[in-house]
T-cell receptor, first 113, second 109 residues
Framework: DAGITQSPRHKVTETGTPVTLRCHQT?????MYWYRQDPGHGLRLIHY???????DKGEVSDGYSVSRSKTEDFLLTLESATSSQTSVYFC????????????FGQGTRLTVV | DAKTTQPNSMESNEEEPVHLPCNHS???????IHWYRQLPSQGPEYVIH???SNVNNRMASLAIAEDRKSSTLILHRATLRDAAVYYC??????????FGKGTRLSVIA
């Protein structure tokens, strides 16, 4: 299995606090993605990156920012967490966008109270 | 953006073949057809992908229509472990990996 890990795996935080989730991959993949998954909504793309310092918005990017200063790390930040951001967050990495597979982390369950 | 259409749910008996359909009538010549699945409480996992020709791997087979407007993921002998949501996705160029609703497959023992 590709080496992709998310941290933390579980987090409870208070409304209004900043939160950073980390995705780390050891495969030297160019592409990395952040998704959220909520009951009834499936997986929705938040942000993605196609290289160091190259990022773009996905379907549901409002309230989230990302940074990628190294190939192996992709950080997702909630600047001021809200209850609507309670969700399971998945990150993924892959070598190219269309002709190879992407590998997913095990998810981070975030609860905003 | 190219879109796919899948049935919301399907049911299969254990140890029988399963054919999961996907319609993609607006597919472009450079779109690859990818399939992922998500088992309960896990992240998605890659299943298979193809461009024009049928593809086989240890997990499944992918049958692509001659006009490429539809494809079928084939699980040759469904097991209880195959119960998951299956996603059919079109990818080309630098398009990101975006998931639709997928098909929820139930496997009955």
């Amino acid at each position: 299995d590709a080496g992709i890990t998310q941290s933390p795996r579980h987090k409870v935080t208070e409304t209004g606090t900043p939160v950073t989730l980390r995705c780390h991959q050891t495969e030297n993949h160019r592409y990395m993605y952040w998704y959220r998954q909520d009951p009834g909504h499936g997986l929705r793309l938040i942000h993605y990156s196609y290289g160091v310092k190259d990022t773009d918005k996905g379907e549901v990017s409002d309230g989230y920012s990302v940074s990628r200063s190294k190939t192996e790390d992709f950080l997702l930040t909630l600047e001021s967490a809200t209850s609507s951001q309670t969700s399971v967050y998945f990150c993924a990495s892959g070598d190219r966008g269309f002709n190879t597979e992407a590998f997913f982390g095990q998810g981070t369950r975030l609860t905003v109270v | 953006d190219a879109k796919t259409t899948q049935p919301n749910s399907m049911e299969s008996n254990e140890e029988e073949p399963v054919h999961l359909p996907c319609n993609h009538s607006t597919i472009s010549g450079t779109d690859y057809i990818h399939w992922y699945r998500q088992l309960p409480s896990q992240g998605p996992e890659y299943v298979i992908h193809g461009l024009t020709s049928n593809v086989n791997n240890r997990m499944a087979s992918l049958a692509i229509a001659e006009d490429r407007k539809s494809s079928t993921l084939i699980l040759h002998r469904a097991t209880l472990r195959d119960a998951a949501v299956y996603y059919c996705i079109l990818l080309s160029g630098n398009t990101p990996l975006v998931f639709g609703k997928g098909t929820r497959l139930s496997v009955i023992a």
